[in-house]
C-alpha cells in the first residue's frame, strides 16, 4: 500500500476520499491567493537565488540544490524562468494529491482551483480546464495513464500542464528503508522515479504533433514535512503509519530528487517551483531554533494533520508560486 494512501486511511475522520475518476476542475468562485509570502519579489539577477530570497534560512545547511550550476534560468523566488506562456486555451493538471486536493481544505481552497479561477480571468471564461491527478500516484503513473488520458489525441489548442509529482515516490523510497532494506535499495525507487520523471516531461516536448497550438509544462519540485530536520515523529499522525523516528534519509532523497527535478527542467525546457524551499520553516519541524529552515516563532504552518498535504495556507502558497512562475514568463527568452 502506498504510503500517502495509508496516510489518508488513518485520515478518514476528516473525510479524505482517493479520487477514481477523471474530472472537470472545478470553476470555484474563488478569490485570489491569500499573501503567504510567498510572492513575485523584485529578481535582481545579478544576485544569486540565496540572495534574492533565502535570507532568512541557511539555504547550505539545509541542503537546497545549487540551481544555478545547473543552468536553471529563475524568474522569481517562487520557480523558473524558461518558457514565453502566453495565450492559453487549455489548462491540464496532472499529478498526485497535492493537485487532487484533500479535506480539511475545501475545495475551493485547493491550489489547483485558484489557479483555474486565475487564469480564466486572465484568459477568459473559455479556458478549458481539466484534471487527470490521482490520490497516491507515483512519477511511474504519468505515462501509462495520466497522459495517455488527458492527450489521446492532437489538440490544436494553446495547452498549459501544471501539477504536483514525486512525494509518494519520496515516501515510498522511505518505505523501502524503514521496513529494512539498505539505502542503496532506497535509492534504487528514486532513480527509477528519476527516470519517469524525465520520460514524461521529454514526452510533451517530443511529440510537437499532439499540440500543433504549443504546449507548456510547469510542475513543483518536492517538498517534505520536516524542515530539513529529518524528525519525522514531528508530525504526529507519522507515528501512527510507523514512518516515525529521525530519518535523515529523507531530507538527503527531497535533495536528490529536486536537483533532478531541475535537471530535468534544463533540458526540457519547462518550468519547476521551488516549493521545497518556499515550504521549508512551515513544517512540523518549524519550531526548532536550530534546524537551517527556522523562521522564527510566528512561522505558520502551511502542512495539514495528514503531515504531507497542504493546509489551506499550504495551497495558497503554491497557487501563487504557479501563478508567480506564468507571470514571470512573459517576457522569458525563447526556448532553446
Known amino acids: 500500500m502506498r504510503i500517502p494512501v495509508l496516510l489518508c486511511a488513518c485520515y478518514v475522520l476528516a473525510g479524505c476520499t482517493p479520487s477514481s475518476s477523471p474530472a472537470k476542475d472545478p470553476s470555484s468562485e474563488t478569490g485570489p491567493p491569500a499573501d503567504t509570502g510567498v510572492d513575485a519579489w523584485q529578481y535582481d539577477p545579478a544576485l544569486s537565488l540565496a540572495e534574492n530570497c533565502w535570507t532568512d534560512i541557511d539555504p547550505v545547511a539545509a541542503g537546497f540544490p545549487e540551481y544555478e550550476t545547473l543552468g536553471v534560468v529563475p524568474g522569481s523566488c517562487s520557480g523558473t524562468r524558461h518558457q514565453s506562456i502566453d495565450n492559453v486555451e487549455r489548462l491540464v493538471f496532472i499529478g498526485d494529491s497535492i493537485t487532487v486536493g484533500t479535506p480539511p481544505s475545501l475545495e475551493e481552497e485547493y491550489f489547483r482551483s485558484v489557479v483555474a479561477a486565475e487564469l480564466r480571468a486572465r484568459f477568459g471564461e473559455d479556458l478549458v480546464v481539466e484534471s487527470c491527478a490521482r490520490f497516491g500516484a507515483r512519477t511511474d503513473d504519468y505515462l501509462p495513464e495520466q497522459i495517455p488520458e488527458c492527450f489521446p489525441e492532437p489538440d490544436s489548442r494553446r495547452t498549459l500542464v501544471v501539477g504536483t509529482m514525486g512525494g509518494n515516490d519520496l515516501f515510498a523510497a522511505a518505505e523501502v528503508v524503514l521496513d529494512g532494506g539498505s539505502e542503496l535499495d532506497g535509492l534504487a525507487v528514486l532513480d527509477r522515479a528519476i527516470g519517469y520523471q524525465r520520460d514524461a516531461m521529454h514526452w510533451f516536448r517530443d511529440n510537437p504533433d499532439m499540440f500543433p497550438g504549443g504546449v507548456d509544462v510547469v510542475v513543483g519540485n518536492v517538498y517534505e514535512f520536516t524542515d530539513t530536520t529529518g524528525n519525522l515523529s514531528a508530525c504526529e499522525l507519522a507515528e501512527v503509519v510507523g514512518i516515525s523516528g529521525q530519518v535523515d534519509s529523507v531530507v ?3 535533495q536528490l530528487l529536486n536537483t533532478a527535478w ?50 489551506p495556507l499550504g495551497h495558497a502558497a503554491i497557487a501563487r508560486m504557479f501563478l508567480d512562475v506564468i507571470d514571470s514568463s512573459v517576457e522569458a527568452p525563447a526556448r532553446r
Do not use: K
Open 252 to 254: 538527503l532523497a527531497t
Open 262 to 311: 531541475a535537471e530535468i527542467a534544463v533540458e526540457t525546457q519547462t518550468d519547476i517551483l521551488f516549493m521545497n524551499e518556499s515550504f521549508c520553516g512551515h513544517g512540523y519541524g518549524r519550531e526548532d531554533e536550530d534546524g537551517p529552515c527556522y523562521r522564527g516563532p510566528d512561522a505558520e504552518l502551511w502542512f495539514d494533520p495528514s503531515c504531507i498535504h497542504p493546509a
